[in-house]
């Protein structure tokens, strides 16, 4: 059924009764958007959705002789009133008359809508007289943005027209009123999105860099050279023909995505979520393979993304020295090529960029320039021409360039605003062929919040942070690293490298390894500095796994990794950048708990490399040091040394390595007094005060079964999450629990009535009668879509203990099934550490057996299969309820 024939079926319909036609119609229009998605022009598509409801409400208008009020009017506005629709777009109306309407036409009005919303239609409509539209409009910048864009369907022309004079008139909107609002309109709508377009789940319609920075240039270009067309800027000078051309294929791109995403959806959904992406990817042609064809999907979508801010950034700032007919107060030349106008960097003639090293000389200029808050319009217009002129090449390929990259890694301001400018304007993408890969490489997990190529921007930036005083006052220790290197570039190499062997299969560590080696071998680095470097990409993951999969607690552990980490000066650089790295990943990723575990594994390592002593040495003088301050203060505060003393008898000599003094008086000052509880009894407490890690919840009393997975289910529920648990058995049946504990979304839980409900919750549950914990929380819907099969690997260390390394989805109540599984095999829990790396579960425990040693290879096989099984039974069940 073409697009003519439908309009021919409503013109057919001849009462408003008949509702089981207008509906037929409206259903026979979807099913046309639905078999034309892939084979029509999807501008055509969205200006055909619009002609067709214009010819639905015309119709319709007519069949309750609406037409017939001689003041009324029907008017589109919004995205409608441009004459453009996505599938299930809200259709926006205005119901405009000159004076009140009265109840015969409110009567009439009332039935046209009730009609539209029962054939299918979603309607967003006001009913309102001209003098209260103009109103509204000048108390509401959304509303006047509205009416630019108003569109007369059908009735009066001459109510319309007055409406439109009013709109266009000095007294409603002025030009600069109108540019500010919607400047800050804009402003604070990427706020939402923390300034960045760069989502797992981006909204084509409002991100940074999608369709609602296209329209406003649209809606200030309208108001203030009063066109209709886009076009038509290109005669008033501010857009160039191949500018313009641009915005219409990148508005096209997010259009074509938007529609899919609604014929996906089946619903107005302008968020390209997980559950949409695969089905989106295969409408669009980026094929059927799941993720890779996501991956595919979103790195076209986020270059698209890139090329739409920079052409916002442009034509704003030449909109606002037209519209606020700014005058240049301070031009200050610094060479024949570039001044300062008002803080921006103006090119002084057009040949600036003539030559590709010109790019790399303009970013040495940004660098010499610290006073320079931006670029001028048109400057960035010719940077975006030069950049395209010399795609034939990368620029690493010419020797000058290479020179002047290298002057640039060395410049001391270089990675302030210049690294920006070449990150952000491509100049990176068009030097280094590696990074032209990896811009807009979105990876599919929950851990990875930006692209690999914005990821790797903001890591330079913490870098750049240590530099600066302000890095002092937040980092100090890496403040001090920073300042203390010979040649600072070297970390910010290795970070440039770091993730850029991503999305080519294999190891990426390994590949970008190799990419640096060559990059130092074409760039004149010396042989020391190029085996620094290499080693630090290679090894760029060695210390947050290790600080946050293993047991940085056990000699062994701290003996590998330094002898993996060689020297003092690789621990500084490899600390630094993984701090860096953590950050950058995730705003949410970095906390108090992985800055204490990289900050232990950084002095326990220095110390061993220092000394060149085994760790054992340095761990039993932390012991005596820790056990003498913590007496200090307990007997100060009036606690009988020789009780703390027999407390302490009790535990084994690693309690004391893994605590710190302030928590060794804090759980002495709880327990003694309480070491006699009756068999049922348990003391549980909580505090804010004890780690920087987290809240430390203790438990002491009775052992008994299941504990650990009661108390894991329990704070699953309530939202929380266990960063590290120490489970201490007394000899004389005592068990004493500790636990790092934080809020789901890894923020430190700061109210004290929400510590006291998790306590009351913990006891509660264990005054009731059997082990059981009922946890009734859902699996989040973006993880559902998400795989992560389960991996286990089992090691013995030297206290004849075994290791279990556990990967699986963090489905909710892992931690206490897991633990539970102990108890039936009827083996001894002794420590976990979880880490949550996004939608996956990275823990750590230590385990024994019913006689106290190692798991047997019998035991470790029939745990394996037992976890298998129920892990991958209940990640199914959880994707099937939800």
């Keep these: 059924m073409s697009l003519q024939s439908l309009l021919g079926q409503i013109k057919r319909i001849s009462t408003v009764d008949n ?66 629709l996505q599938p299930y777009s809200d259709i926006d109306l205005l119901l405009l008359n000159h004076k009140k309407p009265d109840d015969e036409i409110n009567e009439k009005l009332g039935r046209f809508v009730t009609l539209l919303w029962d054939i299918g239609l979603d309607i967003g409509q006001s009913v309102r007289t001209l003098s209260e539209t103009i109103k509204l409009a000048k108390e509401d910048v959304t509303i ?16 319309f027209a007055r409406l439109q004079q009013k709109v266009q008139s000095n007294g409603f909107w002025s030009s600069k009123d109108f540019f500010l609002a919607k400047l800050d309109e804009q402003r604070q709508r990427h706020a939402k999105f923390n300034g960045t377009a760069y989502n797992l789940e981006p909204n084509v319609k409002e991100n ?31 857009f160039t023909a191949r500018e313009f051309d641009e915005l219409i294929e990148c508005r096209n791109h997010l259009w074509r995505i938007r529609f899919a995403l609604h014929l996906v959806a089946g619903r107005s959904e302008n968020r390209l979520l997980f559950d949409f992406q695969p089905e989106v990817a295969k409408r669009l ?163 990875h919040a930006y692209t690999v190529d914005e990821h790797t921007h903001r890591l330079i930036k913490h870098i750049y942070h240590y530099s600066q005083s302000e890095g002092a006052k937040d980092f100090p220790r890496c403040h001090r690293i920073f300042q203390n290197l010979d040649k600072p570039e070297l970390l910010y190499i290795a970070a440039i490298f770091h993730d850029i062997g991503k999305g080519r299969g294999g190891d ?22 190029k085996e620094l470097v290499v080693w630090l990409v290679e090894n760029h993951l060695l210390m947050s796994v290790t600080a946050q999969r293993r047991d940085i607690y056990d000699p062994d552990v701290i003996n590998e990794f330094a002898g993996k980490i060689r020297n003092v000066d690789y621990l500084e650089h490899l600390y630094a950048l993984t701090l860096a790295d953590i950050r950058a ?27 060149g002593l085994e760790c054992q040495i340095d761990l039993k003088a932390k012991v005596e040091e ?72 203790i438990l002491y009393g009775r052992d008994r079964a299941s504990l650990f997975a009661q108390i894991a289910s329990v704070l699953d529920s309530r939202n929380c999450s266990i960063h590290d648990a120490q489970i201490m058995s007394t000899q004389d049946g005592y068990v004493f629990d500790s ?86 095999c009827d083996l001894s829990l002794h420590m976990a550490k979880i880490t949550t790396i996004g939608e996956r579960a990275e823990d750590l425990f230590i385990l024994t057996n019913n006689q106290g040693e190692a798991l047997t290879n019998e035991q470790q096989v029939t745990l394996k299969k037992q976890l298998m099984s129920i892990l991958n039974q209940q990640t199914q069940s959880e994707t099937c309820q939800n």
Excluded at 598 to 611: G, I, Q, V
């Design 19 to 84: 509702i089981v036609a207008f509906k037929a119609c409206v259903e026979n229009h979807h099913q046309w958007l639905e078999d034309n998605a892939s084979l029509t022009e999807v501008d055509n598509l969205v200006r055909g959705r619009a002609t067709f409801v214009d010819a639905l409400l015309r119709h319709i208008w007519q069949l309750f002789d609406l037409h017939t009020y001689p003041d009324l009017a029907l008017v589109a506005v919004g995205g409608y009133g441009r004459g453009q």
């Design 144 to 159: 006047a943005t509205n009416l630019i864009e108003a569109r007369l369907l059908s009735g009066s022309k001459e109510t």
């Design 208 to 238: 940074p860099g999608c369709l609602r920075d296209i329209q406003t240039i649209g809606w200030v270009a309208k108001k203030h050279f009063k066109v209709l067309k886009g076009k038509e800027l290109v005669e008033h000078n501010y």
């Design 285 to 447: 042609g980026y094929g059927d393979e799941g993720k890779a064809s996501v991956e595919t999907m979103m790195k076209a979508f986020f270059r698209t993304v890139r090329r739409i801010t920079e052409l916002n950034d442009m034509l704003l700032q030449h909109f606002r020295q037209d519209i606020l007919a700014t005058k240049v107060r301070r031009f200050e030349p610094i060479n024949q090529d570039f001044a300062l106008a008002d803080g921006l960097l103006q090119a002084r003639h057009d040949q600036v960029f003539d030559t590709p090293e010109k790019l790399l000389s303009f970013l040495l200029l940004l660098s010499d320039t610290p006073q320079a808050q931006g670029l001028h319009s048109a400057t960035l217009r010719l940077l975006r021409n030069a950049r395209r002129n010399f795609r034939s090449a990368f620029l690493c390929e010419r020797a000058g360039c290479r020179e002047l990259f290298m002057r640039l890694l060395k410049h001391p301001n270089f990675f302030a605003f210049s690294w920006e400018v070449a990150h952000k304007h491509g100049i990176m993408q068009a030097y280094l062929p590696q990074w032209n890969q990896i811009v807009g490489m979105m990876q599919f997990d929950l851990f």
């Design 508 to 529: 990426h560590s390994k590949l970008g390894a190799q990419d640096l080696a060559d990059f130092c071998d074409t760039h004149g680095i010396g042989r020391k500095d």
């Design 585 to 611: 990943t995730n705003d949410n990723l970095w906390n108090d708990w992985k800055a204490s575990l990289l900050r232990e594994l950084y002095l326990m390592t220095k110390k061993a490399l220092e000394s």
């Design 626 to 697: 820790h056990q003498e301050e913590a007496l200090s203060l307990l007997t100060s505060m009036g606690k009988d040394a020789a009780q703390v003393q027999q407390f302490w008898d009790r535990l084994d000599w690693d309690y004391f390595v893994r605590f710190k003094p302030s928590q060794l008086v804090w759980h002495a000052s709880m327990i003694l007094g309480n070491e006699s509880l009756q068999d049922n009894q348990v003391l549980v407490e909580v505090s804010d005060d004890t780690s920087k890690a987290g809240t430390e919840l």
């Design 739 to 824: 636990f790092i504990i934080l809020e789901d979304n890894g923020d430190r839980i700061t109210s004290s009535s929400r510590r006291q409900s998790l306590k009351e919750a913990v006891l509660e549950q264990l005054e009731r009668p059997g082990s059981a914990h009922q946890n009734n929380r859902k699996m989040p819907r973006r993880m559902k879509q998400l795989n992560v099969p389960v991996k286990m690997r089992f090691f013995t260390n030297q206290a004849n203990m075994t290791l279990l390394e556990l990967e699986a989805l963090d489905a909710p109540g892992l931690l206490a099934t897991i633990s539970q599984q102990f108890v039936i």
